[in-house]
C-alpha cells in the first residue's frame, strides 16, 4: 500500500469504529493521549505520526531514526513522510496539529541521532518529547504495533476535532443569541481588545488588530492589506518588509508596513528596519512599529531623524492599543465591521499561532461584553 492508502484505511478504521482501542496497554494509551492532546506544543504528535506511517509502510525501517543523516540501513526521512504524506491528510481532515512539518522545528531540525529514550531533546514541555521518544521505542521493540499506535492517534485527533468546531459552534451560537439591540460603542471594542491581548500567548494579536482594521476600511482608504504571513515565518526567507503589508488599490508596491512588539521598541530595531527601507524597491512610504510595551522618547526621536536618509520615509512607534481606538473613532461607523473583521481573522488563524483557548476566550469576552444581562 502507499503511504496515502494507509492513511485512507486507518482514517476509514478511526472513523468507522470512534469508541475502539487498538492499543491495549494502558501505559502506552496514556503518553499517546498525552502527546495527542499536548495544545503547548503539536510537534510531538507529528513526529510520532510521520514515524509510525514510515514504519507501516516500511516495515524494514527503525521508527526511531527519521533522519537520512543517520545513514544507516533503517533510517529514513521523517520530513518527506511529514511533508509529502500528513501535511494534506491533517488539513484535509481538519485535524488539530501544526500545519507544517515537524522536523523544521527548533527542537527537531538539527538532530543527527536515533530518537532513544536516553535522547535529551531541547523543547517545551519536556514531558512531550519524553512521551515521544518512548512511544518510538514501545513500537521497535514490538511492545505496540505501528499501524495500531497511528490509528488510535487519528481516533484522538478526530475526537478532539469535533469537540473543538462543536465548542466554537456553540460559543458562536451563545454569543448570536446574547447579543443586544445597541452595537458595542467604540470604547467597549477597545476595551475588548485589550482584555484579549492581555491573555496568555496573545503575540499574534497585534497582527490581527491591525490587519482587520485595513480590510474593515479597504473600501474608504483605497489601500488594503496583503495576504497575512504565517506567524513562525522569518522575514529573511519571506522578504517581507513586515508583519502586515499595505499597498494602494491596484498596487502590488508595499506602501506601508506594520511591524509588531509584544516588548519596547529598541534603538536597534529602529536600525534594522532602516536596512530593510534601504532596500526595498519602490521604497515605501511609512514604517510603523506597534508595542503593547512602553514607548521610549529617545527612541522615537531616533527612528525620526532617518526621515531625510532614507530618501522620505517615515518611521513611527504607535501603541496597539492607541492605534485601535484612534481609528475605531476616526472610522466610528465601520466599529462593527472592525469587530467582525478581527473575530473572522483570530477564529481562522491555526491553533500554532492563536490556541483553541486564545479563540474561546475571544468569544467568551465578546459575549460578556454585548450579552443584554
Known sequence: MTPEEILDSILATATASPEQQAVADTGIRENLEYVCKCISNRAGIRLLMSCLLAKVHRRNVDPREPYTEIDSVNSFSGRTYDERYLTHFI??????????????????????????????????????????????????????????????AVRILIQLRDEKLNRMDQLIKELKEGRGAIPLSSEQIVTLIQQHLACKGASRLAVLVVAAAYKAAANRIGECSKPLLAHNAADLQTKALGDVEICLTDDENVATAYEMKMKRVMADDIDAAVQKIV???????????????????LVVEHAASFYEKTGGT????????????????????????????????VLGEPDSAVSQPLKEAFLALRKAAESNE
Open 91 to 152: 488539513n484535509e481532515n481538519q485535524l488539530p496539529c501544526n500545519v507544517t512539518t515537524a522536523f523544521l522545528t527548533p527542537a527537531l531540525r538539527n538532530i543527527d541521532r536515533a530518537l532513544t529514550t536516553d535522547l535529551e531533546i531541547v523543547g517545551r514541555p519536556r514531558e512531550v518529547y519524553t512521551a515521544t521518544l518512548q512511544l518510538l521505542d514501545d513500537v521497535h521493540n514490538d511492545r505496540a504495533f505501528a499501524g495500531d499506535l497511528l490509528t488510535d
Open 279 to 297: 532596500k526595498s524597491k519602490p521604497p515605501i512610504h511609512n514604517y510603523i512599529f506597534i508595542t503593547t510595551d512602553v514607548i521610549d522618547p
Open 314 to 345: 517615515e518611521i513611527a512607534i504607535l501603541d496597539c492599543i492607541g492605534f485601535t481606538r484612534h481609528f475605531l473613532h476616526f472610522f466610528h461607523r465601520l466599529r462593527v465591521e472592525f469587530l467582525q473583521e478581527y473575530q473572522d481573522l
